[in-house]
């Protein structure tokens, strides 16, 4: 009997939540259109993939194995080479930003070529190391195509490709680093948007707009409160994952090694996580504008920043890797890194789904006590 | 016992304010309150009733005492409690976006009531309070009124063992006022049912078995409304002013001796005041002079106040009282013949809804002019109008000798207006408010050092507290000082009374008395329709029209005209008779068409 009129009173708050959030246009504009924008955005528009770089190659030796030798670069899809005749001039253009990199064939090369040690220059911009090292991998494919090319046509000179040594140098970022999984770190990004910009909001607005105080004066239990906000949002996160998986598998062609349904099971423990944390945010500030402030700060942000999604974490100094090892984001962040690129690697599984379900219970715990129906 | 609803015993409530420090809210207070009764809290604003409302419903946990509500121990099962009560607090939490019948049906979703009784008591809601026609409006959009009466009805969908009602009426016109009362009347009459209600109006308290007087978080006293009303007995008197004087100069005078006098108020022309109870008689007769007084029956009211004036700890320094001497070296207005305010055939549209149909008054100066209608009548409307906050569709507003349409600027510099919600800035000094004001109107320099110093001499204000800690008719006072510091000719006024308590809006309108002294105009609006004796004339506006314009008499004789059987005594009645002969007029003209 009780357990029937805490079921009817669920059922009606879910109701009452979801014509809310229903009526609201902007909560569709957030819940939906912004995730669809970011996958597009972070698929596309953000895309390392290099197209039409600008090579600047100076030509100090202009014989026809040279000629030959560089030819590749014109023809690869990623470069475009400018043909120019001075050290110099190629220095300024790559200072001024008009090149990308700079292909040194030294006057020396077509001799030492038929020594077998021809050596080129290559000279990357690294202000952007991600280019520059593409660069890198599309210059020395194109010329080394183009030598083999030569050895087929049974030009003895060139019979090994490998006579030519490729000297690079990276400038303005000697190091040059960047690690990368964008797409499946793009569900945890916007599963967690979902919890910052939306669910922050609901218990601060109930206690903004008075309209707690009448719903604590009822038979409803703080529980109940709980559920039925986080319900309606489990489903546009659903719908939201949904997008993301087909995004992934038929856009961007991201492998999926890891079983979908744990993928998909994963996610959504993740999803009621991050939603658990904006309601509790909602709960303990009961002000619209500082819960979505502190959302943004204390779970978009550092999931963006600190759950491995932009920075390889383990080049973090120790402070930083304390704090992302507290974030949820983190955890999930590194499973379904593994689940798409590794495979059911059950370990991993296994930690961070029990992680991630402590800190769904503790949230939920924390999100009823700021409910506790009581004004002061 | 068993028909006890509620007991409390050495009940405390303190709350920390990070700023005040401890507030002592409930002090030291007991009381019983008998069951199948209605049962009214009454007491200024901060005496504690939501406190105590909120205690009841087992919303706060007091620093001490005990507290059994409907036989269960509030404080250790709230629950329990809240399971069997009803309680609608004083902003009642409608769901905005839901539609009517959407907000009913959650509240009925959540106290269980069964599908087959839900049909009976929801028709049974939404004709009581004439709903059946909105069920699908979203309660956003209702007016002021109908979003409480809807309150009303989520608070009643079924029927509880124990009704708590707080404030119900607080911002709601006469007419929705009455609308309520006629509700939670026949509950208690068909289903007995116990209701605890707080209000500040003694009218209301007087339809209650019993009335509580809190004060400062302690029960003054408590008792029948009969009984509480024989306090006053042989001391209340009417006093009738020489002919040509306006009755709020005499109010005004007797108001200014807080020894003799307990309490003063105009209506009808004369001045209702109660006799200290100890007053010297030799002074009483000097006091009033030739002034024909004659002896009246008490009201609830009448004890109210001397129970109020008992509690105060140092007889009231009305601010205003020395308004006239401070301010003497103000070159006073001239007082002529021609209108300050021209309002001709004003008209307000948003989009298909008229706010304002054709409107057409004058207001003279140094006159005080009060803009009364139920909520959604279009007073807020024409009053952002004449205030050149809002321009208007068509018609005429010459303002100050400006038209509003052409000089809106220069009009602007020659009206000051106070908003109703406190509208300056809260954690700021008093003084530095006043400068920042001050500085908006272009004053600076010593002018406005010294126009600082006056309004804070004539208004009694402390130059150095911070504005947002001030008691709500202190923050009324510093907005008054605020919009007079560039001593404006006309003074607009929007609710100033709402929500201070009777004491503060006695010294108030002593202020408004002695300013319209000094020949500023004053146009005010208010829901309080017994402050409409003070005005000069009133205007009474129904749905975007002007329906009656004259001076409080004149009202009351055309509407005792035109009501037919009903008394009209009171302005309230008086109110209540215009704006519903109008509606009916339009009823049968609906009906002839």
Same mark, same amino acid.
């Given at each position: ?180 999984f964008?797409?499946p770190?793009?569900?945890v ?67 999926m090694r890891g079983s979908l349904w744990i993928i998909v099971l994963s996610s959504?423990l993740y ?36 759950s491995g999604?932009?920075?390889?974490l383990r ?6 890797q304390?704090?992302s090892q507290?974030l949820p984001a983190t955890h999930f962040m590194s499973l379904v890194k593994t689940l798409f690129m590794v495979g059911n690697y059950w370990p991993e599984i296994a930690k961070s789904v029990v992680i991630l379900s402590l800190y ?17 | ?211 509580? $007087?809190?004060?400062? /978080? @302690? ?5 029948? +409304?009969? !009984?509480?009303? %024989? *306090?006053?007995?042989? #001391? ?28 003063? $108020?105009?209506?009808? /022309? @004369? ?5 200290? +109870?100890? !007053?010297?008689? %030799? *002074?009483?007769?000097? #006091? ?306």
């Amino acid at each position: 009997m009780i357990a029937v009129a805490s079921f009817s009173r669920l059922v009606a708050l879910t109701r009452k939540e979801t014509r809310q959030m229903l009526r609201d246009r902007s909560n569709l504009v957030v819940g939906l259109v912004l995730p669809a924008v970011l996958i597009l955005l972070f698929g596309y528009g953000l895309s390392f993939d290099v197209t039409d770089a600008r090579v600047a190659v100076v030509l100090e030796d202009s014989s026809p194995v040279t000629l030959n030798a560089v030819a590749g670069l014109a023809g690869s899809d990623y470069l475009s080479p400018i043909w120019m005749h001075s050290m110099p001039e190629a220095e300024a253009m790559i200072r001024a930003g008009e090149a990308d990199a700079i292909l040194r064939v030294p006057s020396e090369f077509t001799r030492d070529l038929s020594h077998g040690s021809g050596t080129l220059q290559l000279i990357l911009n690294g202000v952007d190391s991600n280019t520059a090292q593409s660069i890198e991998g599309y210059a020395t494919g194109a010329i080394t195509n183009a030598l083999e090319h030569l050895a087929d046509r049974g030009d003895a000179r060139f019979g090994d490709a490998g006579g030519i040594t490729l000297v690079q140098r990276t400038w303005f970022n000697e190091a040059g680093t960047s690690t990368w999984f964008l797409v499946p770190g793009l569900i945890v990004l916007v599963m967690t948007l979902i919890g910052a910009f939306l669910t922050s909001l609901l218990i601060a607005r109930e206690w903004e707009r008075g309209t707690l105080e009448s719903l604590f004066v009822t038979p409803v239990r703080p529980l109940e409160l709980v559920l039925s906000k986080l319900a309606p949002y489990l489903v546009i996160g659903a719908i939201d994952l949904v997008m993301c998986l087909l995004a992934a598998k038929f856009l961007f062609h991201v492998p999926m090694r890891g079983s979908l349904w744990i993928i998909v099971l994963s996610s959504m423990l993740y999803l009621l996580v991050s939603l658990a944390m904006g309601l509790w945010i909602s709960g303990v500030t009961r002000n619209q504008f500082a819960a979505s402030q502190m959302a943004l700060l204390a779970s978009f942000m550092p999931a963006m920043m600190l759950s491995g999604f932009v920075f390889d974490l383990r080049n973090v100094p120790l402070v930083v890797q304390v704090i992302s090892q507290a974030l949820p984001a983190t955890h999930f962040m590194s499973l379904v890194k593994t689940l798409f690129m590794v495979g059911n690697y059950w370990p991993e599984i296994a930690k961070s789904v029990v992680i991630l379900s402590l800190y769904g219970v503790l949230l939920i715990w924390a999100t009823r006590r700021t409910l506790a129906k009581r004004l002061d | 016992m068993r028909d006890l609803t509620v007991r409390a015993e050495g009940l405390r409530q303190v709350f920390d304010d990070p700023d005040i420090g401890e507030v002592v809210a409930i002090d030291e207070l007991s009381l019983e309150i008998q069951a199948g009764e209605l049962t009214a809290l009454v007491g200024p604003d901060g005496a504690g009733k939501t406190t105590l409302m909120r205690l009841l419903a087992g919303l706060l946990k007091p620093a001490a005492g005990s507290l059994t509500v409907l036989g269960t121990d509030v404080l250790k099962h709230p629950q329990a409690v809240q399971d069997r009560i009803s309680y609608m607090p004083q902003r009642f939490g409608l769901y905005e976006d839901l539609s009517v019948q959407e907000n009913l049906d959650l509240y009925a979703d959540l106290h269980g009531v069964p599908p087959d009784q839900r049909k009976e008591r929801f028709g049974r809601m939404l004709e009581m309070t004439d709903m059946a026609r909105f069920t699908d409006r979203p309660a956003g959009k209702l007016s002021g009124g109908m979003k409480q009466k809807l309150g009303l009805a989520c608070t009643l969908v079924r029927s509880p063992d124990l009704l708590l009602l707080d404030e119900p009426s607080v911002g709601v016109d006469p007419l929705s006022r009455r609308d309520l009362w006629a509700i939670v009347q026949q509950l208690v009459d068909d289903e007995r049912l116990s209701v605890i209600i707080s209000t500040s109006y003694m009218d209301e308290a007087e339809r209650c078995a019993r009335v509580f $007087v809190m004060d400062k /978080g @302690r029960i003054l006293a408590d008792g029948t +409304p009969a !009984a509480l009303t %024989a *306090k006053a007995a042989g #001391l209340t008197f009417t006093a009738t002013p020489p002919a040509g004087t306006p009755a709020r100069e005499l109010q005004a005078r007797l108001i200014d001796h807080p020894s003799l006098v307990v309490d003063a $108020v105009p209506e009808a /022309g @004369r001045v209702r005041f109660i006799r200290q +109870p100890d !007053a010297d008689q %030799a *002074k009483c007769e000097a #006091l009033l002079g030739d002034i024909r007084t004659a002896p009246r029956a008490e009201e609830l009211e009448d004890a109210f106040m001397m129970l109020l004036r008992q509690q105060q700890d140092e007889p009231p320094q009305s601010p205003a009282s020395q308004a006239a001497e401070s301010d003497a070296d103000v070159p006073m207005p001239p007082r002529d013949e021609k209108p300050v305010i021209v309002v001709r055939d004003l008209v307000r549209k948003f989009g298909d809804f008229t706010a304002v149909a054709s409107t057409s008054f004058d207001v003279g100066r140094g006159e005080i002019f009060g803009l009364l209608g139920p909520n959604g009548a279009g007073k807020t409307t024409t009053f952002r109008m004449l205030c050149g906050l809002l321009p208007a569709t068509s018609g005429q507003l010459e303002v100050a000798g400006r038209n509003l349409r052409t000089a809106r600027a220069q009009a602007r510099a020659k009206i000051g207006y106070v908003a109703q919600k406190f509208a300056l800035y809260g954690n700021l000094s008093v003084r530095q408010n006043l400068e920042f004001f001050g500085g908006a109107y272009g004053m600076r320099g010593r002018e406005l050092a010294g126009r600082i110093k006056n309004a804070i001499a004539q208004f009694d204000l402390d130059p150095s507290a911070q504005s947002g800690l001030l008691p709500a008719g202190y923050k009324q006072r510093l907005a008054m000082a605020t919009g007079l510091l560039h001593r404006p000719e006309i003074l607009f006024l929007d609710e100033p009374t709402s929500g201070i308590d009777p004491l503060a809006r006695r010294a108030f309108w002593r202020t408004i008395t002695a300013l319209s002294k000094e020949g500023v105009t004053i146009v005010i609006t208010t829901h309080f329709m017994e402050e409409a004796e003070y005005c000069d004339r009133i205007a009474i506006q129904d749905a975007g029209e002007m329906l009656i314009i004259g001076t409080p008499a004149e009202v009351r004789e055309k509407a005792a005209a035109g009501a037919d059987g009903e008394t009209v005594r009171t302005m309230n009645d008086a109110f209540i008779a215009v704006v519903e002969q109008n509606r009916a007029r339009h009823d049968r003209q609906r009906a002839a068409a």
